[in-house]
């Protein structure tokens, strides 16, 4: 079955970095749009970044220049990198693959200011 398993999220400091990783199983992972999601609370579930197949990136203008998000076809893992930290980007953040639309179970990321 598929399976998106997220770690890295934790607390960290204004200005701070934290790496994300999301592994994947049960899927053809090389030919899927990988995304990361992330949803504060009392807010909608907002699209943060996306990797295609062939490597193409796009981010949420709030995160451009702070955030990377990368693949990695034979570990099967998303990883988004995760820099120059705000507390506003504090937020449970979610792994997705697009075309079986399917969500990892979420990891809590904290800034403080």
């Known amino acids: 079955q598929v399976q998106l398993v997220e770690s890295g999220g934790g607390l960290v400091q204004a200005g701070g970095s934290l790496r994300l990783s999301c592994s994947a199983s049960?899927?053809?992972?090389?030919?899927?749009?990988m995304e990361w999601y992330r949803q504060a609370p009392g807010k909608q579930r907002e699209l943060v970044a996306t990797?295609?197949?062939?490597?193409?990136?796009n981010y949420v203008d709030s995160v451009k220049g702070r955030f990377t998000i990368s693949r990695d076809d034979y570990r099967k893992t998303v990883v988004l990198q995760m820099n120059s930290l705000k507390p506003e980007d504090t937020a449970v953040y979610y792994c997705?693959?697009?075309?079986?639309?399917?969500w990892g179970q979420g990891t809590q990321v904290t800034v403080s200011s």
């Open positions: 990797i295609s197949s062939g490597g193409i990136r």
């Open positions: 997705h693959a697009r075309h079986v639309d399917y």
């Open positions: 049960g899927i053809i992972f090389s030919t899927s749009t």
